[in-house]
């Protein structure tokens, strides 16, 4: 009888895992406490407008990870997509991240590349020689008045606190080009999968030594029963919250349906503070391939999340961190379980970095079973 395995979460984590074990003849069982799989990378098309919906949010796959990319093409069809993000800001519509266009639209300049570095260099404060805030992350690199068009105001909706309260980390290194790439992200390898993210993972879970439990959550108690137990749920809700509840941002959706082309791109950032959603993403622009009549958008408002919403964003400031710490070290007294992905680890993490980081767990799983080693609690520490 193959060694049985169980897994909690049908997103990607959970998916990889799943697969890559029973290609090497484990019994797998996977727990899915929602009635559908793919976690928050579910979609569906829906029934009215034929439109494939991203049911959580917009998810836009990228990477420079060339196995990642290889590796999804094994169980669907990518076509090209490049993610141009729009932005209201003061009553007009610039392009994201900001560019050479944005620049000279902004402050009404005809500046080139050269002129435009020099000129933003002499809009920085240099009083702030080591940026501590979000705040001194931003005026540090692009001054007061990009910074208030816009980061300050979406980022106090974003997060529901000042930017001065807000580490500089978050804002790691700010996306301005002094060229006219539009071009959200810099990944060599970007699109969307053809029939959407829940067919990805419905792929990789049809296999015969795969069963999946829909509406199940696997819980502390159940471990025993399996050799070994990867859990991509929350970190926190596996100890049932005896330590205390670690702080998401969630998110709330106002469903706009309408004909026609509701907004001519696929998101728009709402950055004045006085509009209470931060943006809003109209989903057949997602599938520009397809025609539909008909049009879905979804405007999103950010907040704390509650114990009974879906947790989307990881805090992690710092009494969240001291909290982290504690749980951390309680999962790594456990035996045969394995924390995992965005909620396993509480981190934030893009859909590249959460397939290379399952295949990572499940390559170091079988090899843990070849050396007849203990399969540590973290394959990638949270504390990192």
């Not at 990607?12 to 484990?26: C, H, Q």
């Not at 094994?74 to 209201?88: G, I, L, M, S, W």
């Not at 300049?109 to 002499?122: G, V």
């Not at 929350?234 to 959706?253: I, K, N, Q, V």
């Amino acid at each position: 009888m193959a060694t049985p395995i169980g897994i909690a979460g049908a997103g990607f984590s959970g998916a990889v895992i799943a697969r890559e074990l029973a290609e090497a003849g484990y019994s797998v069982t996977v727990f899915e406490p929602r009635n559908h799989i793919a976690g928050n990378c579910y979609s569906e098309r829906d029934k009215e407008s034929g439109i494939l919906l991203h049911r959580y949010g917009p998810h836009i796959f990228h990477t420079d990870k060339k196995h990642v990319w290889d590796y999804l093409h094994r169980y669907t069809e990518f076509k090209p997509y490049t993610n141009r993000v729009k932005a209201q800001s003061g009553g007009k519509v610039y392009s994201l991240p900001i560019n050479l266009h944005t620049i000279n639209q902004f402050f009404d300049k005809t500046l080139s590349p050269d002129e435009a570095k020099a000129f933003i260099s002499s809009l920085s404060d240099t009083s702030i020689v080591e940026p501590v805030s979000f705040e001194d992350q931003a005026l540090k690199f692009v001054g007061k008045e990009l910074y208030e068009a816009f980061f300050k105001g979406y980022t106090l909706k974003q997060w529901g606190l000042s930017p001065k309260e807000l580490p500089a980390s978050i804002l790691k290194r700010l996306p301005v080009r002094f060229n006219y790439d539009d071009n959200y992200f810099n990944h060599q390898y970007q699109g969307m999968p053809t029939e959407g993210y829940t067919a990805i993972v419905a792929a990789l879970l049809d296999h015969p030594s795969i069963t999946v439990k829909l509406g199940q959550t696997l819980t502390a108690e159940q471990v025993d029963q399996f050799e070994q137990v990867f859990y991509s749920g929350p970190l926190d809700s596996y100890f049932e919250f005896r330590l205390g509840r670690l702080a998401y941002r969630t998110l709330d959706f106002v469903e706009i349906r309408a004909t026609g082309d509701y907004q001519g791109c696929a998101v728009m950032n709402y950055c004045d503070q006085d509009i209470p959603f931060t943006r809003i993403s109209e989903h057949k622009h997602f599938a520009p391939w397809e025609t539909h009549e008909g049009t879905v958008c979804y405007q999103e408002f950010s907040r704390l999340a509650e114990p009974e919403d879906t947790p989307y964003y990881p805090i992690r400031l710092l009494e969240e961190k001291k909290l982290l710490n504690d749980y951390v070290a309680l999962a790594n007294q456990q035996q045969n379980v394995t924390f995992v992905g965005r909620l396993g680890t509480y981190r934030y993490l893009d859909m590249d970095v959460t397939i290379d980081e399952a295949l990572q767990t499940a390559e170091r799983f079988l090899r843990c079973q070849t050396e007849k080693t203990q399969m540590p609690a973290f394959v990638i520490s949270p504390l990192s």
